[in-house]
């Protein structure tokens, strides 16, 4: 049994923790937030891949301790970050990860590892962390102690990946590192990857999610030329994904959300600008695009309604979906937030229905979030599908809504449905 810490107990430490704790370790999860650590000590998760079943049974086992102290994380034999790496005005802000490795640092002892998850720029383990815990422990990285690195590779709500059987992406800052790197993920993932060094498993995160930033916003450029050309994109992407091969589906949707999409490809982009002085074109091109499909889905609400004799100011819109991606009640960087946002500034009465969300996001606190109704469809002049759940009766929607505008196409086309 070794003694683990998980910095940050989110959509990413949180699973981190519960896995350590099944395998036998005792673990201590440190966060900053009080309300998060409420919720912890009295067993509420609130991470939907965790039952509060679960985290319960870890707290009843004792072999889990949430807190806000890095004292209970004395004497760790492994440490995990996996703390928040924001855009700040285009800029990365790794102030997160500075905090955390400051603070274990003191704490670092002889034969200890430290992994960073978090998603950050390829040369962020070596040049950011490694110094500050050297000069916090005195000690010498990668003889001494280990440090590694490992992106987080959480999908909120997929009931088929989860992280244990999610094959793991690992690596160290020389081969005695990696060494201690595998010997802890080995205890609670199934299948690990070790590449060369830390810079190439950080650019693998980036790698991940600009294909899919990339691929999502040519999706979604050929929605707005496919639509003003009158070609039913969706029938184009059906037949597409017959072949068998040579060929990934990707759809388009009201733009990207989450932590990863909206961020981790302007990393790469921002690293590329600041050490070579040139653009990474590609990654600027799919933001440009992605960035302002809310403004686009609210276009073609705003021109429904004109066909119709009526302004988005004073119209009733009833918004499906405000969590970034179905099944979630993630609405971190949610495109639905946005297209709330302009709706709400262009006069709309709006109202919102995502029984995943408890409380509104607080850019959007004004709106009304209610529940799905026969009611509620009738008397609403526009309903807008942002985030497909499938709790959502979309049978319901299509009987009783005067029109439909369905970015997901996840209800059955009719005269009174437009898709993106």
Request: hydrophobic share 40%; net charge negative.
């Amino acid at each position: 049994m070794s003694k683990v810490v998980v910095v940050g107990q989110g959509y990413v430490g949180l699973p981190v923790a519960m896995q350590s704790v099944a395998a036998g370790h005792l673990v201590v999860g440190i966060d900053t937030s009080i309300d998060r650590l409420s919720k912890l000590r009295s067993g509420r998760s609130f991470v939907e891949d965790i039952s509060s079943a679960e985290l319960g049974s870890a707290l009843e086992s004792r072999r889990y301790l949430p807190s806000d102290d890095y004292a209970d994380a004395g004497g760790f034999d492994v440490a995990v970050i996996t703390v928040p790496t924001p855009l700040r005005e285009g800029v990365p802000d790794l102030s997160y990860i500075e905090s955390a490795a400051q603070s274990l640092a003191p704490l670092v002892s002889p034969g200890a590892t430290v992994v960073l998850e978090s998603t950050t720029y390829p040369g962020t383990t070596e040049e950011l962390l490694c110094p500050i815990l050297a000069r916090g422990s005195g000690l010498k990285a990668g003889d001494d102690f280990f440090v590694g690195y490992s992106p987080e590779r959480i999908d909120p709500g997929n009931g088929k990946w989860n992280l244990r059987n999610t094959p793991k992406v690992i690596s160290g800052i020389n081969s005695a590192s990696l060494d201690a790197v595998e010997n802890f993920y080995i205890s609670i993932i199934d299948t690990l990857v070790p590449v060369r060094g830390c810079k190439e498993a950080e650019l693998t995160k980036l790698i991940e999610n600009t294909f899919r930033h990339v691929n999502i916003a040519l999706m979604n450029e050929l929605a707005i030329f496919a639509h003003e050309l009158d070609i039913d994109l969706w029938d184009a992407i059906e037949a597409a994904s017959s072949k068998p091969f040579g060929y990934m589906r990707f759809t388009p949707g009201p733009g990207v959300g989450g932590h990863c999409l909206p961020i981790d490809p302007s990393y790469l982009s921002w690293r590329v600008r600041q050490t070579l002085n040139r653009q990474f074109r590609f990654v600027e091109l799919a933001n440009d695009v992605n960035d302002h499909m809310p403004q686009y889905v609210v276009q073609r609400l705003t021109i429904a309604l004109n066909k119709v004799s009526k302004s988005v100011k004073g119209s009733r819109v009833l918004l499906l979906g405000l969590a970034y991606k179905p099944n979630s009640s993630d609405a971190r960087e949610s495109p639905a937030v946005r297209v709330a946002q302009l709706l709400l500034d262009l006069g709309a009465d709006l109202r919102a229905v995502d029984s995943h969300i408890s409380e509104l996001p607080p850019a959007i606190s004004q709106i009304t979030l209610t529940e799905l109704s026969k009611q509620e469809l009738e008397l609403a002049d526009a309903v807008l599908i942002v985030t497909d759940h499938d709790n959502v009766d979309y049978d319901l929607v299509s009987q009783h809504a005067s029109y439909i505008l369905d970015t997901r196409r996840r209800v059955a086309a009719g005269e009174l449905v437009e898709y993106l």
